[in-house]
Protein backbone atom coordinates (compact mmCIF):
# COMPACT_ATOMS: atom_id res chain seq x y z
CA UNK A 1 0.00 0.00 0.00
CA UNK A 2 1.15 2.92 -1.17
CA UNK A 3 1.01 4.65 2.91
CA UNK A 4 2.95 1.88 3.99
CA UNK A 5 5.49 2.92 1.82
CA UNK A 6 5.77 6.38 2.24
CA UNK A 7 5.33 6.03 6.49
CA UNK A 8 8.65 3.60 6.59
CA UNK A 9 10.66 6.66 5.35
CA UNK A 10 10.53 6.81 9.06
CA UNK A 11 13.32 4.42 10.85
CA UNK A 12 11.24 4.24 13.90
CA UNK A 13 7.83 3.88 12.51
CA UNK A 14 9.03 1.49 10.22
CA UNK A 15 9.92 -1.04 12.67
CA UNK A 16 6.45 -1.06 14.51
CA UNK A 17 4.87 -1.15 10.87
CA UNK A 18 6.74 -5.02 10.41
CA UNK A 19 4.46 -6.06 12.87
CA UNK A 20 1.34 -4.71 12.01
CA UNK A 21 -1.36 -5.26 9.37
CA UNK A 22 -2.36 -2.19 7.05
CA UNK A 23 -5.51 -0.57 7.69
CA UNK A 24 -7.81 0.44 5.79
CA UNK A 25 -10.33 4.19 6.16
CA UNK A 26 -13.60 4.46 5.06
CA UNK A 27 -16.42 6.67 4.62
CA UNK A 28 -19.46 6.11 6.90
CA UNK A 29 -22.79 7.48 6.80
CA UNK A 30 -24.64 9.68 9.72
CA UNK A 31 -21.49 11.85 10.49
CA UNK A 32 -23.45 13.41 13.38
CA UNK A 33 -23.50 10.23 15.06
CA UNK A 34 -19.93 9.68 15.07
CA UNK A 35 -19.21 13.15 16.42
CA UNK A 36 -21.43 12.22 18.92
CA UNK A 37 -19.79 8.94 19.91
CA UNK A 38 -16.53 11.60 19.87
CA UNK A 39 -18.39 13.74 22.14
CA UNK A 40 -19.32 10.34 24.66
CA UNK A 41 -15.81 8.75 24.32
CA UNK A 42 -13.82 12.10 25.82
CA UNK A 43 -11.57 11.23 28.15
CA UNK A 44 -12.86 8.15 28.12
CA UNK A 45 -11.37 4.45 27.56
CA UNK A 46 -12.50 3.18 24.67
CA UNK A 47 -14.54 0.20 26.10
CA UNK A 48 -15.89 2.68 28.47
CA UNK A 49 -17.29 5.04 25.79
CA UNK A 50 -18.76 1.81 23.55
CA UNK A 51 -20.56 0.84 26.52
CA UNK A 52 -22.57 4.12 27.09
CA UNK A 53 -22.17 4.67 23.33
CA UNK A 54 -24.43 1.55 22.80
CA UNK A 55 -26.72 2.29 25.81
CA UNK A 56 -27.76 5.65 24.00
CA UNK A 57 -28.47 4.16 20.50
CA UNK A 58 -30.96 1.51 22.06
CA UNK A 59 -32.82 4.94 23.21
CA UNK A 60 -33.40 6.06 19.79
CA UNK A 61 -35.10 4.43 16.81
CA UNK A 62 -32.65 2.67 13.87
CA UNK A 63 -32.48 5.75 11.83
CA UNK A 64 -32.80 8.72 14.20
CA UNK A 65 -33.30 12.19 13.36
CA UNK A 66 -31.82 15.45 14.52
CA UNK A 67 -35.51 16.24 16.34
CA UNK A 68 -35.24 12.59 17.93
CA UNK A 69 -31.96 13.06 19.59
CA UNK A 70 -32.72 16.30 20.63
CA UNK A 71 -36.17 15.48 22.46
CA UNK A 72 -34.33 12.86 24.64
CA UNK A 73 -34.61 14.31 28.32
CA UNK A 74 -31.26 15.05 29.66
CA UNK A 75 -32.09 12.88 32.86
CA UNK A 76 -32.56 9.64 30.04
CA UNK A 77 -29.16 10.34 28.82
CA UNK A 78 -27.76 10.43 32.27
CA UNK A 79 -29.37 7.04 32.92
CA UNK A 80 -27.34 5.86 29.65
CA UNK A 81 -23.92 6.91 31.57
CA UNK A 82 -23.51 10.35 30.28
CA UNK A 83 -22.80 13.50 32.55
CA UNK A 84 -24.96 16.43 32.91
CA UNK A 85 -22.04 18.13 31.18
CA UNK A 86 -22.17 15.71 28.00
CA UNK A 87 -25.62 15.23 27.70
CA UNK A 88 -25.89 18.71 26.72
CA UNK A 89 -22.96 18.85 24.40
CA UNK A 90 -24.88 16.49 22.87
CA UNK A 91 -27.93 18.60 22.16
CA UNK A 92 -25.75 21.59 21.61
CA UNK A 93 -24.34 18.51 18.32
CA UNK A 94 -27.87 18.07 17.36
CA UNK A 95 -29.38 21.59 17.32
CA UNK A 96 -26.10 22.76 15.49
CA UNK A 97 -26.47 20.91 12.99
CA UNK A 98 -30.46 21.69 12.54
CA UNK A 99 -29.70 24.81 12.64
CA UNK A 100 -27.13 25.08 10.12
CA UNK A 101 -28.57 22.57 7.75
CA UNK A 102 -25.44 20.63 8.12
CA UNK A 103 -25.60 17.15 6.02
CA UNK A 104 -23.03 14.71 5.89
CA UNK A 105 -22.62 16.08 1.48
CA UNK A 106 -22.23 19.32 2.76
CA UNK A 107 -19.21 18.17 5.52
CA UNK A 108 -17.71 15.95 2.74
CA UNK A 109 -17.18 19.19 0.26
CA UNK A 110 -15.06 20.71 2.88
CA UNK A 111 -11.60 21.08 3.76
CA UNK A 112 -10.48 19.19 7.06
CA UNK A 113 -9.41 22.62 8.59
CA UNK A 114 -12.79 24.27 7.60
CA UNK A 115 -14.89 21.57 8.74
CA UNK A 116 -12.74 22.13 12.61
CA UNK A 117 -13.39 25.81 11.87
CA UNK A 118 -17.27 24.92 11.48
CA UNK A 119 -17.92 21.91 14.05
CA UNK A 120 -15.98 23.59 16.90
CA UNK A 121 -18.30 26.38 17.35
CA UNK A 122 -20.46 23.79 18.90
CA UNK A 123 -20.49 23.90 22.73
CA UNK A 124 -17.95 20.66 23.72
CA UNK A 125 -16.84 20.09 20.40
CA UNK A 126 -13.16 21.00 20.56
CA UNK A 127 -10.30 19.90 18.15
CA UNK A 128 -9.66 16.27 19.59
CA UNK A 129 -13.58 15.49 19.20
CA UNK A 130 -13.77 16.68 15.39
CA UNK A 131 -10.19 14.97 14.92
CA UNK A 132 -11.90 11.61 15.82
CA UNK A 133 -14.82 11.81 13.69
CA UNK A 134 -12.30 13.43 10.38
CA UNK A 135 -10.85 9.78 11.18
CA UNK A 136 -13.47 7.31 11.98
CA UNK A 137 -16.00 9.12 10.60
CA UNK A 138 -15.10 10.04 7.19
CA UNK A 139 -11.76 8.42 6.16
CA UNK A 140 -9.28 11.40 6.27
CA UNK A 141 -6.24 10.26 5.78
CA UNK A 142 -3.59 13.27 6.78
CA UNK A 143 -5.27 14.16 10.39
CA UNK A 144 -3.00 14.07 13.38
CA UNK A 145 -4.48 13.91 16.95
CA UNK A 146 -1.12 15.48 18.95
CA UNK A 147 -3.91 15.51 21.90
CA UNK A 148 -4.92 12.32 22.28
CA UNK A 149 -3.55 10.43 25.40
CA UNK A 150 -2.43 7.12 23.45
CA UNK A 151 -0.74 8.87 20.55
CA UNK A 152 1.34 11.57 22.91
CA UNK A 153 2.11 8.01 25.36
CA UNK A 154 2.86 6.12 22.02
CA UNK A 155 5.11 8.75 20.80
CA UNK A 156 6.81 9.71 23.93
CA UNK A 157 8.12 5.82 23.75
CA UNK A 158 9.13 5.28 20.31
CA UNK A 159 10.02 8.71 20.12
CA UNK A 160 12.32 9.05 23.68
CA UNK A 161 10.19 12.00 24.45
CA UNK A 162 9.51 11.31 28.28
CA UNK A 163 11.78 14.30 29.26
CA UNK A 164 9.49 17.13 27.26
CA UNK A 165 6.49 18.00 28.46
CA UNK A 166 3.54 20.52 27.41
CA UNK A 167 4.05 22.77 24.76
CA UNK A 168 7.77 21.47 23.70
CA UNK A 169 6.61 17.65 23.36
CA UNK A 170 3.47 19.01 21.68
CA UNK A 171 5.88 20.90 19.22
CA UNK A 172 8.36 18.00 18.72
CA UNK A 173 5.26 15.73 18.11
CA UNK A 174 4.13 17.90 15.28
CA UNK A 175 7.46 18.18 13.97
CA UNK A 176 7.54 14.70 13.84
CA UNK A 177 4.74 14.02 12.40
CA UNK A 178 5.52 16.90 9.08
CA UNK A 179 7.55 13.47 7.96
CA UNK A 180 3.96 11.07 7.67
CA UNK A 181 1.90 13.97 5.20
CA UNK A 182 -0.16 13.25 4.08
CA UNK A 183 -0.74 10.06 5.56
CA UNK A 184 -0.70 11.12 9.15
CA UNK A 185 -3.93 9.43 9.91
CA UNK A 186 -2.90 5.87 9.46
CA UNK A 187 0.46 6.96 11.33
CA UNK A 188 -2.09 7.45 14.77
CA UNK A 189 -3.92 4.10 13.84
CA UNK A 190 -0.64 2.20 14.26
CA UNK A 191 0.46 4.42 16.87
CA UNK A 192 -2.55 2.96 18.59
CA UNK A 193 -2.42 -0.34 17.70
CA UNK A 194 1.53 -0.35 19.22
CA UNK A 195 0.44 1.05 22.49
CA UNK A 196 -2.81 -1.36 22.91
CA UNK A 197 -0.27 -4.18 22.04
CA UNK A 198 2.13 -3.39 24.66
CA UNK A 199 -0.62 -3.53 27.20
CA UNK A 200 -1.63 -7.08 26.16
CA UNK A 201 1.92 -7.62 26.83
Known amino acids: MEYIKHLRKDARLKEILKNQSPFVLKEQPRLIDYL????VGQQLSTKAAAVIVGRFRTMLPKKASLEDILALEVEALRAAGLSYQKASY????????????????????????????????????????????L????????????????????????????????KQLVGEMEQIAKAWQPYRTYACLHLWKYKDDLKKK
Open 36 to 39: IDSI
Open 90 to 133: VHAAAKFFLEHKITDAKLRKMSDATILETLTQIKGVGKWTVQMM
Open 135 to 166: MFGMGREDVFAPDDLGIRQAMQDVYDLYELQG
